[in-house]
């Protein structure tokens, strides 16, 4: 019988994305969610806050044909739905399936199928752009201009 998930079918890909990850992301843990997702958790702190998130795999990973690519960048605290409702809109935010609202960490013209693949490390250091943008902007230091046209 065929693997199901792409961790099972391709371990070389798995290895590839935890040896990634302990390099440069190592206070995050992997998790295989209830849906059979894999999921990297951990906080970072690149400004005045610690930012809690996770990195969910997409069950089609690696693939880079939507905005996002196949890692998905959910904040869990502080929580992007909550920021939202607070301040009306959030530059560069995605909403999934079920309505939950993710970071856009990659355009589909910045990466090439077959070419670079996005992992979680890439991910979430796109995240980390996005996180500082965001504070420069939530602080008036960054212009909603420049944030919805070329913060990120």
Not at 43 to 61: C, D, E
Not at 104 to 132: F, H, L, P, Q
């Given at each position: 019988?065929?693997?199901?998930?792409?961790?099972?079918?391709?371990?070389?890909?798995?290895?590839?994305?935890?040896?990634?990850?302990?390099?440069?992301?190592?206070?995050?843990?992997?998790?295989?969610?209830?849906?059979?997702?894999l999921?990297?958790?951990?906080?970072?702190?690149?400004?005045?806050?610690?930012?809690?998130l996770?990195?969910?795999?997409?069950?089609?990973?690696?693939?880079?044909?939507?905005?996002?690519?196949?890692?998905?960048?959910?904040?869990?605290?502080?929580?992007?739905?909550?920021?939202?409702n607070?301040?009306?809109?959030?530059?560069?935010?995605?909403?999934?399936?079920?309505?939950?609202?993710?970071?856009?960490?990659?355009?589909?013209?910045?990466?090439?199928?077959?070419?670079?693949?996005?992992?979680?490390?890439?991910?979430?250091?796109?995240?980390?752009?996005?996180?500082?943008?965001?504070?420069?902007?939530?602080?008036?230091?960054?212009?909603?201009?420049?944030?919805?046209?070329?913060?990120?």
């Amino acid at each position: 019988m065929a693997a199901f998930y792409w961790y099972e079918r391709d371990a070389e890909l798995l290895n590839g994305e935890k040896m990634a990850m302990n390099k440069f992301f190592p206070n995050f843990q992997l998790q295989k969610l209830n849906n059979g997702k894999l999921s990297w958790f951990g906080s970072l702190t690149p400004g005045k806050r610690t930012w809690y998130l996770q990195a969910v795999y997409q069950h089609n990973h690696p693939c880079n044909s939507t905005y996002g690519g196949s890692v998905r960048i959910y904040m869990i605290d502080p929580d992007l739905d909550i920021l939202q409702n607070r301040k009306g809109s959030i530059p560069h935010v995605l909403c999934d399936e079920v309505g939950h609202l993710y970071i856009c960490t990659a355009r589909m013209e910045d990466i090439k199928a077959g070419n670079i693949v996005t992992t979680a490390a890439s991910s979430i250091a796109w995240a980390v752009k996005w996180i500082s943008a965001f504070e420069l902007w939530e602080e008036g230091f960054l212009s909603s201009k420049d944030f919805y046209g070329h913060g990120i």
